[in-house]
Protein backbone atom coordinates (compact mmCIF):
# COMPACT_ATOMS: atom_id res chain seq x y z
CA UNK A 1 0.00 0.00 0.00
CA UNK A 2 1.76 2.95 -1.14
CA UNK A 3 1.02 6.31 0.48
CA UNK A 4 2.26 9.73 -0.68
CA UNK A 5 0.45 12.61 0.84
CA UNK A 6 -3.26 12.28 0.10
CA UNK A 7 -2.84 9.84 -2.44
CA UNK A 8 -2.51 5.65 -2.13
CA UNK A 9 -2.91 2.52 -4.11
CA UNK A 10 -5.13 0.26 -1.87
CA UNK A 11 -5.03 -2.40 -4.85
CA UNK A 12 -2.36 -2.48 -7.69
CA UNK A 13 -2.69 -0.86 -10.54
CA UNK A 14 -5.20 1.51 -9.03
CA UNK A 15 -4.76 5.07 -7.11
CA UNK A 16 -6.92 7.29 -5.63
CA UNK A 17 -6.24 11.28 -5.11
CA UNK A 18 -8.25 13.40 -2.35
CA UNK A 19 -8.99 16.60 -3.17
CA UNK A 20 -9.90 18.26 -0.19
CA UNK A 21 -12.43 21.37 0.11
CA UNK A 22 -13.18 23.19 3.66
CA UNK A 23 -15.16 25.83 4.20
CA UNK A 24 -12.52 27.25 6.72
CA UNK A 25 -10.21 27.68 4.04
CA UNK A 26 -12.67 28.84 0.87
CA UNK A 27 -13.96 31.79 3.26
CA UNK A 28 -10.60 32.54 4.07
CA UNK A 29 -9.60 33.16 0.27
CA UNK A 30 -12.83 34.57 -0.84
CA UNK A 31 -12.40 36.89 1.97
CA UNK A 32 -8.93 38.06 0.99
CA UNK A 33 -10.07 38.90 -3.18
CA UNK A 34 -12.93 40.78 -1.68
CA UNK A 35 -10.52 42.68 0.52
CA UNK A 36 -7.80 42.63 -2.18
CA UNK A 37 -9.90 44.51 -4.70
CA UNK A 38 -11.76 46.66 -2.55
CA UNK A 39 -8.22 48.09 -1.35
CA UNK A 40 -7.09 48.13 -5.16
CA UNK A 41 -9.94 49.38 -6.58
CA UNK A 42 -11.13 46.69 -8.87
CA UNK A 43 -14.79 46.44 -9.86
CA UNK A 44 -15.33 42.34 -10.46
CA UNK A 45 -14.42 39.18 -9.09
CA UNK A 46 -15.12 35.88 -10.66
CA UNK A 47 -14.80 32.97 -9.17
CA UNK A 48 -13.35 29.45 -10.98
CA UNK A 49 -14.98 25.91 -10.78
CA UNK A 50 -15.88 23.27 -11.92
CA UNK A 51 -19.27 22.63 -9.65
CA UNK A 52 -21.14 21.03 -12.67
CA UNK A 53 -18.71 18.18 -11.83
CA UNK A 54 -17.25 17.97 -8.23
CA UNK A 55 -20.29 18.87 -6.85
CA UNK A 56 -19.81 19.13 -3.35
CA UNK A 57 -16.29 19.41 -3.54
CA UNK A 58 -16.25 23.08 -6.07
CA UNK A 59 -19.70 23.72 -5.10
CA UNK A 60 -18.50 24.08 -1.43
CA UNK A 61 -15.80 26.67 -2.77
CA UNK A 62 -18.24 28.59 -5.23
CA UNK A 63 -21.30 28.79 -2.36
CA UNK A 64 -18.56 30.63 -0.19
CA UNK A 65 -17.82 32.26 -2.46
CA UNK A 66 -21.48 33.56 -3.20
CA UNK A 67 -21.54 33.58 0.74
CA UNK A 68 -18.86 36.45 1.15
CA UNK A 69 -19.88 38.53 -1.91
CA UNK A 70 -22.91 39.55 -0.01
CA UNK A 71 -20.85 41.19 1.81
CA UNK A 72 -18.95 43.18 -0.40
CA UNK A 73 -22.16 44.79 -2.72
CA UNK A 74 -19.79 47.25 -4.17
CA UNK A 75 -17.94 44.45 -5.95
CA UNK A 76 -19.52 42.72 -8.35
CA UNK A 77 -19.41 38.87 -8.29
CA UNK A 78 -19.85 36.25 -10.90
CA UNK A 79 -18.55 32.84 -11.68
CA UNK A 80 -17.17 30.51 -14.23
CA UNK A 81 -16.53 26.91 -15.31
CA UNK A 82 -13.04 26.48 -15.59
CA UNK A 83 -13.35 25.19 -18.92
CA UNK A 84 -15.23 27.91 -20.35
CA UNK A 85 -12.46 30.12 -18.95
CA UNK A 86 -9.68 28.95 -20.39
CA UNK A 87 -10.85 29.26 -23.69
CA UNK A 88 -12.33 33.31 -22.76
CA UNK A 89 -8.90 33.49 -21.74
CA UNK A 90 -7.51 33.02 -25.17
CA UNK A 91 -9.91 35.01 -26.92
CA UNK A 92 -10.50 37.34 -24.55
CA UNK A 93 -8.71 37.61 -21.48
CA UNK A 94 -9.48 41.37 -21.26
CA UNK A 95 -13.11 40.24 -19.96
CA UNK A 96 -11.50 39.63 -16.64
CA UNK A 97 -10.66 41.70 -13.61
CA UNK A 98 -9.97 39.62 -10.25
CA UNK A 99 -10.24 35.84 -10.62
CA UNK A 100 -10.93 33.57 -7.39
CA UNK A 101 -9.56 30.37 -7.74
CA UNK A 102 -9.45 27.15 -5.98
CA UNK A 103 -5.63 25.45 -6.01
CA UNK A 104 -5.23 23.69 -9.16
CA UNK A 105 -6.98 26.04 -11.57
CA UNK A 106 -5.18 28.71 -10.27
CA UNK A 107 -2.19 27.27 -11.07
CA UNK A 108 -3.27 26.54 -14.79
CA UNK A 109 -5.10 30.35 -14.72
CA UNK A 110 -1.94 31.94 -13.82
CA UNK A 111 0.32 29.66 -16.45
CA UNK A 112 -2.11 31.19 -19.35
CA UNK A 113 -2.03 34.89 -18.04
CA UNK A 114 1.70 34.27 -18.55
CA UNK A 115 1.49 33.11 -21.50
CA UNK A 116 -0.74 35.66 -22.74
CA UNK A 117 1.38 38.88 -21.42
CA UNK A 118 4.70 38.08 -22.61
CA UNK A 119 5.80 34.32 -20.96
CA UNK A 120 7.18 33.73 -17.66
CA UNK A 121 10.27 35.77 -17.94
CA UNK A 122 7.88 39.33 -16.64
CA UNK A 123 5.40 38.32 -14.06
CA UNK A 124 6.18 38.11 -10.24
CA UNK A 125 3.41 37.12 -7.51
CA UNK A 126 3.37 36.88 -3.69
CA UNK A 127 2.32 34.62 -1.13
CA UNK A 128 0.62 35.48 1.46
CA UNK A 129 0.18 33.67 4.74
CA UNK A 130 -0.81 34.66 8.47
CA UNK A 131 2.84 35.30 9.76
CA UNK A 132 4.98 34.94 6.42
CA UNK A 133 5.10 36.59 3.15
CA UNK A 134 6.60 35.09 0.12
CA UNK A 135 7.80 36.82 -2.60
CA UNK A 136 8.74 34.57 -6.18
CA UNK A 137 7.97 34.46 -10.06
CA UNK A 138 4.77 33.80 -10.94
CA UNK A 139 5.11 30.55 -12.92
CA UNK A 140 8.15 29.12 -10.54
CA UNK A 141 10.06 27.82 -13.51
CA UNK A 142 13.25 26.61 -12.59
CA UNK A 143 14.81 27.37 -15.62
CA UNK A 144 17.11 24.32 -15.66
CA UNK A 145 18.03 24.92 -18.71
CA UNK A 146 19.41 28.26 -18.97
CA UNK A 147 21.82 27.87 -15.92
CA UNK A 148 24.88 30.02 -16.04
CA UNK A 149 24.24 31.11 -19.42
CA UNK A 150 23.56 34.57 -18.80
CA UNK A 151 20.21 34.26 -20.85
CA UNK A 152 17.36 34.48 -18.39
CA UNK A 153 14.89 37.21 -17.74
CA UNK A 154 15.72 38.69 -14.72
CA UNK A 155 12.66 41.42 -15.02
CA UNK A 156 10.38 38.78 -12.91
CA UNK A 157 12.81 38.79 -9.88
CA UNK A 158 13.90 42.38 -10.00
CA UNK A 159 9.24 43.01 -9.96
CA UNK A 160 9.07 40.58 -7.14
CA UNK A 161 11.61 42.03 -5.32
CA UNK A 162 10.02 45.67 -6.01
CA UNK A 163 7.21 44.09 -4.52
CA UNK A 164 8.86 43.15 -1.38
CA UNK A 165 10.09 46.95 -0.85
CA UNK A 166 6.40 48.05 -1.27
CA UNK A 167 5.35 45.36 0.96
CA UNK A 168 7.98 47.04 3.64
CA UNK A 169 6.43 50.04 3.34
CA UNK A 170 9.54 51.26 1.17
CA UNK A 171 7.84 52.75 -1.31
CA UNK A 172 10.06 55.39 -2.62
CA UNK A 173 12.19 52.76 -3.67
CA UNK A 174 9.84 50.16 -5.36
CA UNK A 175 8.42 53.16 -6.98
CA UNK A 176 11.75 53.61 -8.16
CA UNK A 177 13.18 50.58 -9.48
CA UNK A 178 9.44 49.62 -10.96
CA UNK A 179 9.52 52.71 -13.25
CA UNK A 180 13.14 52.01 -14.14
CA UNK A 181 12.45 49.11 -15.70
CA UNK A 182 9.44 49.63 -17.44
CA UNK A 183 11.25 52.30 -19.11
CA UNK A 184 13.98 49.52 -19.50
CA UNK A 185 11.89 47.20 -21.26
CA UNK A 186 9.15 49.71 -23.10
CA UNK A 187 11.75 52.94 -24.56
CA UNK A 188 15.30 51.68 -24.42
CA UNK A 189 13.88 48.45 -25.81
CA UNK A 190 16.66 46.28 -23.61
CA UNK A 191 15.37 42.99 -23.87
CA UNK A 192 16.52 39.18 -22.94
CA UNK A 193 15.85 35.89 -25.95
CA UNK A 194 12.08 34.91 -24.27
CA UNK A 195 10.64 38.37 -24.91
CA UNK A 196 12.68 38.68 -28.45
CA UNK A 197 15.93 40.33 -27.50
CA UNK A 198 18.94 39.90 -27.87
CA UNK A 199 20.78 40.88 -24.54
CA UNK A 200 21.86 39.08 -21.64
CA UNK A 201 20.77 39.33 -17.79
CA UNK A 202 23.91 41.50 -16.97
CA UNK A 203 22.85 43.86 -20.00
CA UNK A 204 18.80 43.95 -18.65
CA UNK A 205 20.74 44.62 -15.08
CA UNK A 206 22.98 46.95 -16.13
CA UNK A 207 20.39 49.20 -17.92
CA UNK A 208 18.07 49.02 -15.05
CA UNK A 209 20.84 50.15 -12.95
CA UNK A 210 21.13 52.93 -15.29
CA UNK A 211 17.83 54.15 -15.98
CA UNK A 212 17.61 54.12 -11.68
CA UNK A 213 20.47 56.32 -11.58
CA UNK A 214 19.15 58.89 -14.29
CA UNK A 215 16.01 59.02 -12.43
CA UNK A 216 17.73 59.65 -9.30
CA UNK A 217 19.70 62.81 -10.73
CA UNK A 218 16.86 63.61 -12.44
CA UNK A 219 15.07 63.93 -8.79
CA UNK A 220 18.07 65.43 -7.71
CA UNK A 221 17.93 68.47 -10.13
CA UNK A 222 14.67 69.02 -9.47
CA UNK A 223 15.07 69.73 -6.30
CA UNK A 224 18.20 71.91 -6.36
CA UNK A 225 16.55 73.62 -9.32
CA UNK A 226 13.50 74.30 -6.23
CA UNK A 227 15.88 75.44 -3.64
CA UNK A 228 17.34 77.76 -5.60
CA UNK A 229 14.09 79.27 -6.89
CA UNK A 230 12.98 79.47 -3.35
CA UNK B 1 -11.02 0.66 -46.01
CA UNK B 2 -8.06 0.96 -43.24
CA UNK B 3 -7.69 -0.75 -40.50
CA UNK B 4 -5.42 -1.45 -37.52
CA UNK B 5 -1.96 -2.88 -38.09
CA UNK B 6 -1.23 -6.50 -37.45
CA UNK B 7 -0.11 -7.30 -34.55
CA UNK B 8 -2.47 -4.62 -32.26
CA UNK B 9 -3.82 -8.07 -31.25
CA UNK B 10 -1.10 -9.62 -29.39
CA UNK B 11 -0.12 -5.95 -28.19
CA UNK B 12 -3.91 -5.98 -26.52
CA UNK B 13 -3.82 -9.72 -25.26
CA UNK B 14 -0.35 -8.55 -23.71
CA UNK B 15 -1.50 -5.90 -21.92
CA UNK B 16 -4.41 -7.49 -20.92
CA UNK B 17 -6.92 -5.50 -22.28
CA UNK B 18 -9.27 -7.92 -24.02
CA UNK B 19 -10.61 -11.23 -23.50
CA UNK B 20 -10.49 -12.47 -27.10
CA UNK B 21 -8.90 -10.17 -29.45
CA UNK B 22 -10.16 -11.72 -32.25
CA UNK B 23 -13.40 -10.34 -31.73
CA UNK B 24 -12.58 -6.83 -30.97
CA UNK B 25 -14.67 -4.27 -32.46
CA UNK B 26 -13.31 -1.21 -31.29
CA UNK B 27 -15.59 1.82 -32.89
CA UNK B 28 -12.00 3.03 -34.23
CA UNK B 29 -11.83 0.57 -37.00
CA UNK B 30 -14.43 0.66 -40.00
CA UNK B 31 -17.47 -0.08 -39.73
CA UNK B 32 -19.21 -2.45 -41.58
CA UNK B 33 -21.08 -0.82 -44.41
CA UNK B 34 -24.89 -0.71 -44.54
CA UNK B 35 -26.88 -1.82 -47.40
CA UNK B 36 -30.04 -0.38 -46.31
CA UNK B 37 -31.32 2.58 -48.29
CA UNK B 38 -30.58 5.15 -45.71
CA UNK B 39 -28.42 5.07 -42.58
CA UNK B 40 -29.97 4.91 -39.12
CA UNK B 41 -27.96 7.24 -36.61
CA UNK B 42 -29.41 8.26 -33.14
CA UNK B 43 -29.15 11.56 -32.36
CA UNK B 44 -28.82 13.66 -28.67
CA UNK B 45 -29.98 17.01 -29.39
CA UNK B 46 -29.29 18.00 -26.16
CA UNK B 47 -29.68 21.43 -23.88
CA UNK B 48 -29.62 24.89 -25.05
CA UNK B 49 -28.63 26.31 -28.68
CA UNK B 50 -28.23 21.78 -29.25
CA UNK B 51 -31.83 21.56 -31.02
CA UNK B 52 -30.99 24.19 -33.22
CA UNK B 53 -27.87 23.10 -33.85
CA UNK B 54 -29.27 19.69 -34.95
CA UNK B 55 -32.11 21.39 -36.90
CA UNK B 56 -29.08 22.90 -38.93
CA UNK B 57 -28.08 19.47 -39.61
CA UNK B 58 -30.96 17.85 -40.63
CA UNK B 59 -31.52 20.79 -42.83
CA UNK B 60 -28.33 20.19 -44.32
CA UNK B 61 -28.76 16.39 -44.68
CA UNK B 62 -31.95 16.93 -46.07
CA UNK B 63 -31.11 19.69 -49.10
CA UNK B 64 -28.30 17.74 -49.90
CA UNK B 65 -30.08 13.97 -49.93
CA UNK B 66 -27.09 13.15 -47.50
CA UNK B 67 -28.68 8.97 -47.30
CA UNK B 68 -28.77 8.83 -43.32
CA UNK B 69 -32.04 9.23 -41.06
CA UNK B 70 -31.80 10.38 -37.45
CA UNK B 71 -33.79 8.46 -34.50
CA UNK B 72 -33.97 11.26 -31.83
CA UNK B 73 -33.60 10.61 -28.66
CA UNK B 74 -34.56 13.71 -26.24
CA UNK B 75 -32.99 13.09 -22.98
CA UNK B 76 -31.72 16.10 -20.70
CA UNK B 77 -31.78 16.43 -17.22
CA UNK B 78 -33.23 20.07 -17.32
CA UNK B 79 -36.59 18.32 -18.89
CA UNK B 80 -39.06 16.63 -17.03
CA UNK B 81 -40.53 14.55 -19.86
CA UNK B 82 -36.83 13.18 -20.43
CA UNK B 83 -35.98 10.02 -22.19
CA UNK B 84 -34.36 7.53 -20.22
CA UNK B 85 -30.49 6.24 -20.26
CA UNK B 86 -31.51 3.17 -21.51
CA UNK B 87 -33.57 4.36 -24.24
CA UNK B 88 -30.51 5.82 -25.21
CA UNK B 89 -28.47 2.40 -25.06
CA UNK B 90 -31.16 0.50 -26.83
CA UNK B 91 -30.96 3.18 -29.75
CA UNK B 92 -27.18 3.24 -30.04
CA UNK B 93 -27.04 -1.07 -29.65
CA UNK B 94 -28.95 -0.63 -33.09
CA UNK B 95 -26.97 1.55 -34.87
CA UNK B 96 -23.60 2.18 -32.98
CA UNK B 97 -22.99 5.61 -33.88
CA UNK B 98 -24.67 9.10 -32.16
CA UNK B 99 -24.53 12.63 -32.94
CA UNK B 100 -24.63 14.58 -30.11
CA UNK B 101 -25.52 18.26 -28.62
CA UNK B 102 -24.35 19.89 -25.20
CA UNK B 103 -26.22 18.67 -22.17
CA UNK B 104 -26.56 21.00 -19.78
CA UNK B 105 -26.63 20.55 -15.49
CA UNK B 106 -29.42 21.64 -13.07
CA UNK B 107 -28.36 24.18 -10.63
CA UNK B 108 -29.83 21.82 -8.02
CA UNK B 109 -28.96 18.16 -8.99
CA UNK B 110 -30.47 15.39 -6.76
CA UNK B 111 -27.13 13.24 -7.84
CA UNK B 112 -23.46 13.66 -7.86
CA UNK B 113 -22.96 11.91 -11.48
CA UNK B 114 -24.28 14.21 -14.15
CA UNK B 115 -26.16 12.90 -17.16
CA UNK B 116 -22.62 13.16 -19.18
CA UNK B 117 -20.80 11.08 -16.98
CA UNK B 118 -23.62 8.39 -16.82
CA UNK B 119 -23.41 8.69 -20.56
CA UNK B 120 -19.58 7.87 -21.01
CA UNK B 121 -19.81 5.34 -18.46
CA UNK B 122 -22.40 3.20 -19.51
CA UNK B 123 -21.19 3.69 -23.32
CA UNK B 124 -17.62 3.73 -21.92
CA UNK B 125 -16.91 6.02 -24.31
CA UNK B 126 -13.28 5.87 -23.19
CA UNK B 127 -11.47 8.28 -25.48
CA UNK B 128 -12.43 11.43 -26.45
CA UNK B 129 -10.43 12.92 -29.40
CA UNK B 130 -10.89 16.83 -29.62
CA UNK B 131 -9.12 18.11 -33.78
CA UNK B 132 -8.09 21.50 -33.44
CA UNK B 133 -7.72 22.75 -36.55
CA UNK B 134 -6.84 26.37 -38.07
CA UNK B 135 -9.89 27.11 -40.73
CA UNK B 136 -8.85 29.00 -43.52
CA UNK B 137 -10.83 32.22 -43.05
CA UNK B 138 -10.82 32.53 -39.85
CA UNK B 139 -8.44 34.97 -38.00
CA UNK B 140 -6.84 33.97 -34.75
CA UNK B 141 -3.72 35.05 -32.91
CA UNK B 142 -1.34 31.66 -34.09
CA UNK B 143 -2.15 30.35 -37.59
CA UNK B 144 -2.14 26.97 -38.84
CA UNK B 145 -2.48 25.31 -35.32
CA UNK B 146 -3.43 22.03 -36.00
CA UNK B 147 -3.11 20.13 -32.09
CA UNK B 148 -5.37 16.84 -31.39
CA UNK B 149 -6.52 16.51 -28.12
CA UNK B 150 -6.75 12.80 -26.81
CA UNK B 151 -8.53 12.99 -23.68
CA UNK B 152 -9.51 9.76 -21.37
CA UNK B 153 -13.11 10.38 -20.25
CA UNK B 154 -14.05 7.99 -17.70
CA UNK B 155 -12.39 8.23 -14.84
CA UNK B 156 -9.97 10.81 -12.92
CA UNK B 157 -11.35 13.77 -11.05
CA UNK B 158 -15.18 13.02 -12.41
CA UNK B 159 -15.33 10.14 -10.56
CA UNK B 160 -18.51 11.58 -8.75
CA UNK B 161 -16.89 10.51 -5.35
CA UNK B 162 -17.59 13.01 -3.44
CA UNK B 163 -18.41 13.30 0.26
CA UNK B 164 -18.45 15.64 3.13
CA UNK B 165 -16.89 13.56 6.22
CA UNK B 166 -17.51 16.36 8.73
CA UNK B 167 -19.53 19.47 7.97
CA UNK B 168 -17.65 21.78 5.72
CA UNK B 169 -14.63 19.66 5.00
CA UNK B 170 -15.38 17.86 1.65
CA UNK B 171 -13.35 14.79 0.09
CA UNK B 172 -13.44 14.48 -3.70
CA UNK B 173 -11.85 11.23 -4.91
CA UNK B 174 -9.48 11.20 -7.98
CA UNK B 175 -9.33 7.25 -9.56
CA UNK B 176 -6.51 6.45 -11.94
CA UNK B 177 -6.31 2.86 -12.87
CA UNK B 178 -3.46 1.78 -15.21
CA UNK B 179 -6.24 -0.28 -17.18
CA UNK B 180 -7.41 2.74 -18.25
CA UNK B 181 -4.40 4.92 -18.40
CA UNK B 182 -3.24 2.14 -20.63
CA UNK B 183 -6.29 1.75 -22.92
CA UNK B 184 -6.12 5.25 -23.63
CA UNK B 185 -2.35 5.65 -24.16
CA UNK B 186 -2.75 2.88 -26.93
CA UNK B 187 -5.63 4.46 -28.58
CA UNK B 188 -3.82 7.79 -28.85
CA UNK B 189 -0.76 5.83 -30.16
CA UNK B 190 -2.97 3.89 -33.08
CA UNK B 191 -4.69 7.06 -33.38
CA UNK B 192 -1.35 8.99 -34.15
CA UNK B 193 -0.07 5.99 -36.72
CA UNK B 194 -2.86 6.14 -38.39
CA UNK B 195 -3.59 9.98 -38.62
CA UNK B 196 0.13 10.18 -39.68
CA UNK B 197 1.08 12.34 -36.81
CA UNK B 198 4.81 12.11 -35.32
CA UNK B 199 4.43 12.87 -31.56
CA UNK B 200 2.36 12.64 -28.69
CA UNK B 201 2.76 14.44 -25.73
CA UNK B 202 1.34 13.04 -22.43
CA UNK B 203 0.18 15.91 -20.19
CA UNK B 204 -0.07 15.81 -16.33
CA UNK B 205 0.94 16.82 -12.88
CA UNK B 206 2.66 13.95 -11.57
CA UNK B 207 5.51 16.33 -9.84
CA UNK B 208 2.49 17.16 -7.50
CA UNK B 209 0.29 13.83 -7.66
CA UNK B 210 3.25 11.40 -7.98
CA UNK B 211 1.28 8.22 -7.34
CA UNK B 212 -1.79 9.15 -9.91
CA UNK B 213 -0.64 11.36 -12.63
CA UNK B 214 2.64 9.22 -12.13
CA UNK B 215 1.05 6.25 -12.81
CA UNK B 216 -0.89 7.71 -15.90
CA UNK B 217 2.59 9.13 -17.17
CA UNK B 218 4.22 5.41 -16.51
CA UNK B 219 1.19 3.47 -18.55
CA UNK B 220 2.19 6.49 -21.37
CA UNK B 221 5.35 5.82 -21.34
CA UNK B 222 5.27 2.18 -21.64
CA UNK B 223 3.00 2.32 -24.64
CA UNK B 224 5.33 4.63 -26.24
CA UNK B 225 7.64 1.78 -26.32
CA UNK B 226 5.47 -0.35 -28.38
CA UNK B 227 5.73 2.81 -30.97
CA UNK B 228 8.99 3.21 -32.24
CA UNK B 229 7.99 5.58 -34.65
CA UNK B 230 5.89 7.75 -32.61
CA UNK B 231 8.14 10.66 -30.38
CA UNK B 232 6.89 10.71 -27.06
CA UNK B 233 7.56 13.24 -24.67
CA UNK B 234 5.55 14.57 -22.00
CA UNK B 235 4.59 18.25 -20.27
CA UNK B 236 3.53 19.52 -16.72
CA UNK B 237 -0.15 20.90 -17.20
CA UNK B 238 0.17 24.73 -16.72
CA UNK B 239 3.63 25.03 -18.50
CA UNK B 240 0.99 23.97 -21.42
CA UNK B 241 -1.78 25.55 -21.14
CA UNK B 242 0.98 28.82 -21.07
CA UNK B 243 3.04 27.04 -23.92
CA UNK B 244 -0.22 26.56 -25.85
CA UNK B 245 -0.99 30.54 -25.74
CA UNK B 246 2.54 31.45 -26.35
CA UNK B 247 3.76 28.93 -28.84
CA UNK B 248 1.41 26.14 -30.07
CA UNK B 249 2.73 24.57 -33.03
CA UNK B 250 5.01 22.93 -30.83
CA UNK B 251 2.48 20.26 -30.13
CA UNK B 252 0.92 17.50 -32.66
CA UNK B 253 -0.96 15.47 -30.52
CA UNK B 254 -1.86 15.97 -26.59
CA UNK B 255 -2.99 12.49 -24.24
CA UNK B 256 -4.30 13.52 -21.14
CA UNK B 257 -6.55 12.56 -17.95
CA UNK B 258 -10.06 13.89 -17.45
CA UNK B 259 -9.56 17.00 -16.02
CA UNK B 260 -6.41 18.38 -18.00
CA UNK B 261 -7.99 17.11 -21.36
CA UNK B 262 -11.29 19.32 -20.36
CA UNK B 263 -9.10 22.69 -20.06
CA UNK B 264 -6.19 21.91 -22.71
CA UNK B 265 -9.20 21.29 -25.29
CA UNK B 266 -11.22 24.37 -24.43
CA UNK B 267 -7.47 26.14 -24.82
CA UNK B 268 -6.76 24.32 -28.06
CA UNK B 269 -10.60 25.38 -29.46
CA UNK B 270 -10.01 29.22 -28.24
CA UNK B 271 -6.78 29.02 -30.60
CA UNK B 272 -8.54 28.34 -33.90
CA UNK B 273 -12.14 30.07 -32.89
CA UNK B 274 -13.90 29.14 -30.22
CA UNK B 275 -16.44 26.46 -29.31
CA UNK B 276 -18.49 27.26 -32.38
CA UNK B 277 -16.35 25.77 -35.14
CA UNK B 278 -14.65 22.80 -33.43
CA UNK B 279 -15.89 19.01 -34.04
CA UNK B 280 -15.32 16.39 -31.49
CA UNK B 281 -15.46 12.42 -31.30
CA UNK B 282 -15.76 9.69 -28.26
CA UNK B 283 -15.07 6.12 -28.96
CA UNK B 284 -16.17 3.24 -27.19
CA UNK B 285 -15.28 -0.24 -27.86
CA UNK B 286 -18.33 -0.85 -29.17
CA UNK B 287 -19.54 3.00 -30.12
CA UNK B 288 -19.14 6.47 -31.39
CA UNK B 289 -20.40 9.57 -30.81
CA UNK B 290 -19.86 12.87 -32.05
CA UNK B 291 -20.33 16.32 -30.66
CA UNK B 292 -18.73 19.65 -30.72
CA UNK B 293 -15.35 19.61 -28.99
CA UNK B 294 -15.98 22.58 -26.55
CA UNK B 295 -19.42 21.43 -24.95
CA UNK B 296 -20.49 24.24 -24.04
CA UNK B 297 -24.77 25.40 -24.01
CA UNK B 298 -24.44 28.62 -25.22
CA UNK B 299 -27.95 29.17 -23.36
CA UNK B 300 -28.06 32.68 -23.65
CA UNK B 301 -27.97 31.91 -27.43
CA UNK B 302 -31.31 29.46 -27.09
CA UNK B 303 -33.78 30.05 -29.81
CA UNK B 304 -32.37 33.25 -30.85
CA UNK B 305 -30.95 31.89 -34.22
CA UNK B 306 -27.10 33.40 -33.67
CA UNK B 307 -25.39 30.30 -32.82
CA UNK B 308 -22.58 28.96 -35.57
CA UNK B 309 -23.35 25.16 -36.73
CA UNK B 310 -19.50 25.19 -37.87
CA UNK B 311 -18.98 22.28 -35.29
CA UNK B 312 -21.70 20.57 -35.41
CA UNK B 313 -21.37 20.30 -38.95
CA UNK B 314 -17.67 19.30 -38.62
CA UNK B 315 -18.53 16.61 -36.21
CA UNK B 316 -21.63 15.14 -38.88
CA UNK B 317 -18.28 14.98 -41.68
CA UNK B 318 -16.58 12.25 -39.17
CA UNK B 319 -19.57 10.75 -38.23
CA UNK B 320 -20.47 10.04 -42.10
CA UNK B 321 -16.68 9.03 -42.39
CA UNK B 322 -17.34 6.71 -39.80
CA UNK B 323 -20.40 4.92 -41.40
CA UNK B 324 -18.28 4.81 -44.62
CA UNK B 325 -20.09 8.05 -46.78
CA UNK B 326 -16.44 8.81 -47.12
CA UNK B 327 -17.74 10.68 -50.54
CA UNK B 328 -20.37 12.63 -49.21
CA UNK B 329 -18.40 13.62 -45.77
CA UNK B 330 -15.72 14.83 -48.15
CA UNK B 331 -18.32 16.81 -50.52
CA UNK B 332 -19.75 18.46 -46.77
CA UNK B 333 -16.08 19.29 -45.49
CA UNK B 334 -15.62 21.22 -48.84
CA UNK B 335 -18.86 22.75 -48.78
CA UNK B 336 -17.94 24.01 -45.52
CA UNK B 337 -14.35 25.17 -45.87
CA UNK B 338 -15.38 26.91 -49.15
CA UNK B 339 -18.41 29.42 -47.12
CA UNK B 340 -15.65 30.07 -44.41
CA UNK B 341 -12.90 30.91 -47.05
CA UNK B 342 -15.42 33.66 -48.39
CA UNK B 343 -16.03 35.25 -45.68
CA UNK B 344 -18.90 36.40 -46.77
CA UNK B 345 -21.65 34.28 -44.50
CA UNK B 346 -20.89 34.53 -40.96
CA UNK B 347 -22.26 34.15 -37.66
CA UNK B 348 -22.10 36.60 -34.53
CA UNK B 349 -18.93 34.34 -32.61
CA UNK B 350 -16.54 35.15 -35.59
CA UNK B 351 -17.73 38.56 -36.08
CA UNK B 352 -20.63 38.39 -38.54
CA UNK B 353 -23.94 39.05 -38.52
CA UNK B 354 -25.39 36.12 -40.16
CA UNK B 355 -27.97 34.42 -38.34
CA UNK B 356 -27.71 29.99 -37.95
CA UNK B 357 -30.09 29.44 -40.70
CA UNK B 358 -28.54 31.98 -42.67
CA UNK B 359 -25.23 29.66 -42.38
CA UNK B 360 -27.15 26.60 -43.21
CA UNK B 361 -28.46 27.35 -46.52
CA UNK B 362 -24.95 28.98 -47.44
CA UNK B 363 -23.78 25.13 -47.09
CA UNK B 364 -26.54 23.62 -48.76
CA UNK B 365 -25.89 25.87 -51.80
CA UNK B 366 -22.19 25.21 -51.39
CA UNK B 367 -22.77 21.76 -51.40
CA UNK B 368 -25.08 21.33 -53.85
CA UNK B 369 -22.61 23.71 -56.58
CA UNK B 370 -19.87 21.52 -56.01
CA UNK B 371 -19.24 19.41 -59.02
CA UNK B 372 -20.51 16.04 -58.96
CA UNK B 373 -18.21 12.89 -58.14
CA UNK B 374 -17.57 10.78 -61.46
Not at chain 2, 136 to 147: L, M, Y
Amino acid sequence: RRVHGLEHQNVAGIVESLKVVTYEKSLRIAKFAFDYAKSHGRSRVTAIHKANIMKLGDGLFLETCREVSKSYPEIEFDSMIVDNCAMQLVAHPEQFDVMLTPNLYGNVIVAMLCGLTGGPGLTPSYNLGHHYTLFETATRNSGKSLVGQNVANPIAYVRAAADLLKHLKLTEHSNLINKAIFKVIADDRVRTRDVGGTDTTQEVVNAIIFAMDKELHAIAASKSVHSTRL
Amino acid sequence: MSFVRVGVSDLLRRSGMMRNAASMRTTYMKRRCSTTATIPITMIPGDGVGPELMTSVKDVFRGTGIPVHFEEVHISELSSHSASLDDVINSLNNNKVCLKGPLSYPTHASEIESLNMKLRRSLDLFANVVICKSIEGIETRHPNVDIIVIREQTEGEYSALEHECVPGVVESLKIITSQRSRRIAKFAFDFALRHGRRRVTAVHKANIMKLTDGLFLECAAEMAEMYPEIEFNSMIVDNTCMQLVAHPHQFDVLLTPNLYGNVVDNVAAGLVGGAGVVPGESYGEEFAVFEPGARHVYSTATGRNIANPTGMLLSAVSCLKHVGLKTEAQRLATAIANVISERRIRTQDLGGQSTTKDFTKAIIAAFLALPSPT
